[in-house]
């Protein structure tokens, strides 16, 4: 065999055993036997063996004959050898071209008719003959770089007849050859791979990129229970920086009695699927966790159900309220699911039925519930009670609510609604409406008699809508303004009320008034007022804005109160009139019989002096008689003057710290000679150390002798009179206790008025101004006069003086 042979079938055995250890997708797709595998590697060998002996032989050649016998005989073996080799790689289509040093024409070996049937092997190399224009410049460029820079190629061509071809050329010990070999069934089964690869390559990468957008962590486990895999969500829930570092770092996002309980589980040969907590980015959370057993181990995912678990927690809390809301309702609810079987009732469903909750618990059937109350004679009567228990339950197959109206044997009503559930089952909601009925019966019966009330009332009614039309009127109103019946049940407007009622009464002012009270919108104040009319009638008119804007207008008919107003007010000016002029005559003559009778005073006293001369005895009694007469006389016009000025309000006290001892005693002191005369005991009562307070000495001293004065004049001879004074925590209660004839009720209130005087059948007598002035004192210091008196036991007359005076009090502030 010639050296090209061997070069070729050294190309060919190298090319196979190449393919074989790098492992080319076209070597590997033809897919040898293991019997071919390991002859094409015994042929290497014997080929390497026979070429190193070739050499060995060539190199001793001239050592001796010998040698050189041997070395022929071993050559002719080894060309054997080859060109069996040679046979057994032309065994399959393909075409060697060898080209020599130089540019020479080239040597092709092998059978051409796989690349095109018509193709001579010297036509070979007219690449344009088979290839493409676009493929034939590609393959003989490549020829080009490999022939002149040994610069190895492999393409991969397809024929003008569709056939595919590799073409794969390279340098070998100085040679430049090319290897042409037909792959078109190769290549059919290589694109269907190829096709079948990329299908599951696509599915896996979409697979690989929805594990990566999902929010909730993915992981897997290989057979050892290790994490291989785990997606972004699993590295932010372990808050490490990425996936591979979670894988890295074999962080755990579960904890380890978690884990061992998976394993059990999955050990069972079963997947995982149960609630777990775990530590998930910081936060405690709730996991729903999905592990299943896979060929190269487990996955496994864990969604977060805290939320959903809240949720759950709020809707547990939020069914827990609805329950205890509608245990506080009253209205009985019961709620029959789609068995027909109850699921949920209220306690006044149960109360209103008297049903025991035991009864109940057992989830009674619509039909049994029904049969029990009927037996209890709790539903109403019914003459075909079958039909009637079929047409309340249409309510399962309705879509609509319906309500019935039961009238129970106990003489209750009750308003029943059935509704249709949309998960199935009916609702039932009972109300009892029996005191609503009644007290609609009430209500109608009370508008009844309101209505004859309203049409039998004096006074004039009407009431305006809210878009000023008459609504409502009595017949006093049309008759008191004398319009006809017919034309206000026309319901006018109350302009034209106005108008109809103008010729009575024209003032303008007023109809605005009562226009703007019917028809205002934001202001619907209450107004008032009085018209005169022109017939002479005086009314009170009056409007009230009711709630549903409506407003009410009523007239009355005051005429006759008016009149009489008036005539007492004609006589009340009189009256003030007259009392004005008693005030003036009395400080008028108070003050004109001050004045001489002070003169006389005087002159008294100078006649009584023993200076003027001497008087007998009976000038000295009349001078006496004078004497006390005038004293008399002045004491009545000073009580006049003090009266008056105090009506007049020009009465002014001289406040300060008064003992109420010393007090006593010279009020006492002052009738001591009266006492004397009367054959009177007079007592003073007061407590030790009762001290003092705020008040005006004199008029307090003032009041008290008017007070003893009075009881001295009423005390029967040997009788007794107490002046007592008691200390309270607000006030001192000065009294005056007599034994005389006491006071009538009906006179109780009438001993304090001006010259009110009854001697009761003693001998006293006075102009009647003593305990008018004692009142009107106490009165002025801010306290009250109090009478306790009864026939024939005596009189006690109280003053009560505030420990701070008004008047004290008053300028202290």
């Given at each position: 065999?010639?050296?090209?042979?061997?070069?070729?079938?050294l190309l060919?055995?190298?090319?196979?055993?190449?393919?074989?250890l790098d492992?080319?997708p076209?070597?590997a797709a033809?897919r040898?036997?293991?019997q071919?595998?390991a002859?094409?590697v015994?042929l290497i060998?014997?080929?390497a063996?026979?070429?190193?002996?070739a050499?060995?032989?060539?190199?001793?050649?001239?050592?001796?004959?010998?040698?050189q016998?041997?070395?022929?005989?071993?050559?002719?073996?080894?060309?054997?050898?080859?060109?069996?080799?040679?046979?057994?790689l032309m065994s399959?289509p393909?075409?060697?071209?060898?080209?020599t040093?130089?540019f020479?024409?080239?040597?092709?070996?092998?059978?051409?008719?796989?690349?095109?049937?018509?193709?001579?092997?010297?036509?070979?190399l007219?690449?344009?003959?088979?290839?493409?224009?676009?493929?034939?410049?590609a393959?003989?460029?490549a020829?080009?770089?490999?022939r002149?820079?040994?610069?190895?190629?492999?393409?991969l061509?397809t024929t003008?007849q569709?056939r595919?071809?590799?073409?794969?050329?390279r340098?070998?010990?100085?040679?430049?050859?090319?290897?042409?070999?037909?792959?078109?069934?190769?290549?059919?089964?290589?694109?269907?791979?190829?096709v079948?690869?990329q299908?599951l390559?696509n599915?896996?990468?979409?697979l690989?990129?929805?594990?990566?957008?999902?929010?909730?962590?993915?992981w897997?486990?290989d057979?050892?229970?290790?994490?291989?895999?785990?997606?972004?969500?699993?590295?932010r829930a372990?808050e490490?920086?990425?996936?591979?570092?979670?894988?890295?770092?074999?962080?755990?996002?579960?904890?380890?009695?978690?884990?061992e309980?998976?394993?059990r589980?999955?050990d069972?040969?079963s997947?995982?699927?149960?609630r777990?907590?775990?530590?998930?980015a910081?936060a405690?959370r709730?996991?729903?966790?999905?592990?299943?057993?896979?060929?190269?181990g487990?996955?496994?995912v864990?969604?977060?159900?805290?939320?959903?678990e809240?949720?759950?927690?709020?809707?547990?809390?939020v069914?827990?309220?609805?329950?205890?809301?509608?245990?506080?309702?009253?209205?009985?609810?019961?709620v029959?699911?789609?068995d027909?079987r109850l699921?949920?009732y209220n306690?006044?469903?149960?109360?209103?039925?008297d049903?025991?909750?035991?009864y109940?618990?057992?989830?009674?059937?619509?039909?049994?519930?029904?049969?029990?109350?009927r037996?209890?004679?709790?539903?109403?009567?019914?003459q075909?009670?079958r039909l009637?228990?079929t047409?309340?339950?249409?309510?399962?197959?309705?879509t609509?609510?319906?309500?019935?109206e039961?009238?129970?044997p106990?003489?209750r009503?009750l308003?029943?609604?059935?509704?249709?559930?949309?998960?199935?089952?009916?609702?039932?909601l009972f109300?009892d409406?029996t005191?609503?009925?009644?007290?609609?019966?009430?209500?109608?019966a009370?508008t009844?008699v309101?209505g004859?009330?309203l049409?039998?009332?004096a006074e004039?009614?009407?009431?305006y809508?809210?878009?000023?039309?008459?609504?409502l009127?009595n017949?006093?109103?049309?008759?008191?303004?004398?319009?006809?019946?017919?034309?206000?049940?026309?319901?006018?407007?109350?302009?034209?009320?106005i108008?109809?009622c103008?010729p009575?009464?024209?003032d303008e002012a007023?109809w605005?008034r009562?226009?703007a009270a019917v028809?205002g919108?934001d202001?619907?104040?209450?107004?008032?007022g009085?018209i005169?009319r022109?017939?002479g009638c005086?009314?009170d008119?009056a409007?009230?804005?009711?709630?549903?804007g409506?407003?009410l207008?009523?007239?009355?008919?005051v005429t006759?109160?008016v009149?009489?107003e008036r005539?007492?007010?004609?006589?009340?000016?009189?009256l003030?009139?007259?009392?004005?002029?008693k005030?003036?005559?009395v400080?008028?003559v108070s003050?004109?019989?001050?004045?001489?009778?002070?003169?006389?005073?005087?002159?008294?006293?100078?006649?009584g002096?023993?200076?003027?001369?001497p008087?007998?005895d009976k000038?000295?009694?009349?001078?006496?008689?004078?004497?006390v007469?005038?004293?008399?006389?002045?004491?009545?016009?000073?009580?006049?003057?003090?009266?008056?000025?105090i009506?007049a309000?020009a009465m002014?006290?001289?406040l300060?710290?008064v003992d109420?001892?010393a007090t006593m005693?010279a009020?006492?002191?002052?009738?001591?000679?009266?006492?004397?005369?009367?054959?009177l005991?007079?007592?003073?009562?007061?407590?030790?150390?009762?001290g003092g307070f705020?008040?005006d000495?004199?008029r307090l001293?003032?009041?008290?002798?008017?007070?003893?004065?009075?009881?001295i004049?009423?005390?029967p001879?040997?009788?007794r009179?107490?002046?007592?004074?008691?200390?309270?925590?607000?006030a001192v209660?000065?009294?005056v206790m007599?034994?005389?004839?006491?006071i009538?009720?009906?006179l109780?209130?009438?001993?304090?008025?001006?010259?009110?005087?009854?001697?009761?059948?003693?001998?006293h007598?006075?102009?009647?101004?003593?305990?008018s002035i004692?009142r009107?004192?106490?009165?002025?210091?801010?306290?009250?006069?109090?009478?306790?008196?009864?026939?024939?036991?005596?009189?006690?007359?109280?003053?009560?003086f505030?420990?701070?005076?008004?008047?004290?009090?008053s300028a202290a502030e």
């Amino acid at each position: 065999m010639s050296a090209i042979a061997i070069a070729a079938l050294l190309l060919g055995a190298d090319h196979a055993a190449a393919g074989l250890l790098d492992g080319a997708p076209l070597a590997a797709a033809t897919r040898l036997g293991a019997q071919e595998l390991a002859t094409l590697v015994l042929l290497i060998g014997v080929v390497a063996f026979a070429v190193v002996t070739a050499i060995a032989l060539l190199r001793t050649r001239g050592r001796a004959a010998a040698e050189q016998q041997v070395a022929r005989a071993t050559i002719a073996g080894l060309h054997s050898d080859i060109d069996r080799l040679a046979a057994l790689l032309m065994s399959e289509p393909q075409v060697l071209v060898v080209w020599t040093a130089g540019f020479g024409e080239p040597e092709v070996i092998g059978e051409v008719s796989f690349i095109a049937p018509t193709l001579a092997p010297h036509d070979i190399l007219a690449y344009d003959q088979w290839l493409s224009p676009e493929l034939a410049r590609a393959l003989g460029d490549a020829i080009e770089r490999l022939r002149v820079k040994g610069e190895a190629f492999a393409l991969l061509l397809t024929t003008i007849q569709g056939r595919h071809v590799e073409a794969e050329g390279r340098p070998i010990g100085g040679f430049a050859v090319m290897k042409l070999r037909n792959v078109t069934g190769i290549k059919r089964d290589l694109a269907e791979s190829s096709v079948r690869c990329q299908k599951l390559q696509n599915e896996a990468d979409a697979l690989r990129s929805l594990v990566e957008m999902l929010p909730a962590p993915v992981w897997m486990r290989d057979t050892a229970g290790q994490l291989v895999l785990v997606n972004a969500a699993y590295a932010r829930a372990v808050e490490t920086s990425d996936p591979a570092t979670a894988v890295a770092r074999h962080v755990e996002l579960l904890g380890r009695a978690e884990r061992e309980t998976i394993a059990r589980t999955l050990d069972t040969g079963s997947g995982y699927a149960g609630r777990v907590t775990a530590i998930m980015a910081g936060a405690r959370r709730s996991l729903d966790v999905l592990e299943l057993p896979v060929a190269q181990g487990r996955v496994g995912v864990a969604i977060d159900a805290t939320e959903a678990e809240r949720l759950r927690s709020e809707l547990d809390h939020v069914k827990a309220g609805h329950r205890r809301t509608f245990d506080h309702l009253a209205t009985g609810v019961a709620v029959f699911g789609a068995d027909r079987r109850l699921s949920f009732y209220n306690a006044a469903y149960r109360t209103l039925w008297d049903l025991e909750p035991d009864y109940l618990a057992e989830a009674p059937s619509d039909s049994a519930v029904l049969d029990r109350l009927r037996a209890a004679r709790r539903l109403p009567e019914q003459q075909d009670f079958r039909l009637w228990k079929t047409n309340l339950h249409r309510a399962y197959t309705s879509t609509e609510s319906e309500t019935h109206e039961w009238h129970l044997p106990d003489r209750r009503t009750l308003r029943v609604v059935t509704t249709p559930n949309p998960e199935g089952g009916v609702t039932y909601l009972f109300t009892d409406i029996t005191e609503r009925l009644e007290l609609e019966r009430r209500a109608d019966a009370l508008t009844r008699v309101q209505g004859e009330t309203l049409d039998n009332l004096a006074e004039a009614v009407s009431v305006y809508g809210s878009d000023g039309r008459l609504r409502l009127f009595n017949p006093a109103f049309a008759t008191s303004w004398k319009l006809a019946p017919d034309l206000l049940a026309s319901r006018p407007h109350v302009e034209s009320v106005i108008e109809m009622c103008r010729p009575l009464y024209r003032d303008e002012a007023t109809w605005q008034r009562l226009r703007a009270a019917v028809t205002g919108l934001d202001k619907r104040d209450a107004t008032s007022g009085r018209i005169e009319r022109s017939d002479g009638c005086v009314m009170d008119f009056a409007t009230v804005p009711l709630p549903d804007g409506a407003t009410l207008v009523t007239f009355h008919d005051v005429t006759d109160s008016v009149n009489v107003e008036r005539a007492l007010l004609e006589r009340n000016e009189a009256l003030v009139a007259a009392d004005e002029l008693k005030l003036d005559f009395v400080h008028h003559v108070s003050y004109e019989l001050r004045s001489p009778l002070t003169n006389i005073i005087g002159f008294a006293h100078f006649l009584g002096d023993q200076s003027t001369g001497p008087l007998n005895d009976k000038q000295s009694e009349y001078l006496g008689y004078i004497t006390v007469s005038t004293n008399a006389l002045l004491a009545i016009i000073n009580n006049i003057l003090d009266l008056a000025t105090i009506d007049a309000g020009a009465m002014t006290l001289n406040l300060g710290e008064v003992d109420i001892r010393a007090t006593m005693e010279a009020a006492a002191e002052g009738v001591q000679d009266r006492v004397v005369q009367n054959d009177l005991v007079l007592e003073l009562r007061a407590q030790p150390g009762i001290g003092g307070f705020t008040a005006d000495g004199r008029r307090l001293r003032q009041v008290l002798f008017n007070l003893l004065s009075n009881a001295i004049g009423f005390s029967p001879p040997g009788g007794r009179v107490v002046l007592g004074a008691e200390r309270t925590a607000e006030a001192v209660v000065f009294s005056v206790m007599d034994e005389g004839p006491g006071i009538p009720p009906e006179l109780t209130d009438k001993v304090f008025d001006w010259f009110e005087s009854d001697p009761r059948g003693s001998d006293h007598r006075g102009a009647g101004l003593g305990l008018s002035i004692v009142r009107s004192f106490v009165e002025l210091h801010g306290g009250t006069v109090r009478i306790d008196s009864a026939i024939g036991q005596g009189t006690t007359v109280m003053c009560i003086f505030p420990l701070v005076t008004t008047a004290a009090r008053s300028a202290a502030e």
